[in-house]
């Protein structure tokens, strides 16, 4: 894969995975549109929501490497969390709001934060390295 086909990729993933987390935070259930397998591999309820939010500061920050901190795109994503439960708690809405969940939201994000800032510091040597 060239350069320009992984920014893609990248690029595709994470809105992707936004547009799917946002979808599913707005209706019932995952039962309803993943298989069995699928949902045991997430998990229930907040290791869901931890893994949603983890890949997503992930994807989001390999996506805009180095274009935009990740800090601004873990801010974001905490902002999106907390959002999409105030939405649960609207009338009408098959779902419930959850500090839980904000919880698990947000402790994907710092984790994928993590991840992601040793990742960037491993490649912004590699560079120096290279360059001296």
């Known amino acids: ?8 990729f990248w690029y595709f993933s994470a809105y992707f995975l936004l547009a799917l987390v946002v979808f599913l935070s707005l209706t019932s259930s995952m039962k309803q549109y993943f298989p069995r397998s699928i949902i045991i591999l997430l998990g229930n309820g907040n290791q869901a929501h931890f893994v949603s939010y983890f890949s997503l500061m992930y994807l989001f920050s390999r996506a805009y490497f180095p274009r935009i901190d990740p800090r601004n795109i873990g801010l974001v994503l905490i902002i999106i969390g907390i959002s999409m439960e105030f939405l649960q708690g609207f009338r009408g809405l098959p779902r419930e ?8 939201n947000m402790l994907g994000v710092i984790l994928g934060f993590f991840v992601i800032s040793y990742e960037n510091k491993r490649k912004f040597s590699a560079l120096l390295n290279k360059n001296v």
């Not at 894969?1 to 893609?8: H, L, N, Q």
């Not at 709001?97 to 698990?104: K, N, P, R, V, W």
Request: aromatic residues 6%; glycine residues 6%.
């Open 1 to 8: 894969m060239s350069s320009k086909e992984t920014g893609k």
């Open 97 to 104: 709001f959850s500090l839980s969940d904000i919880l698990s």
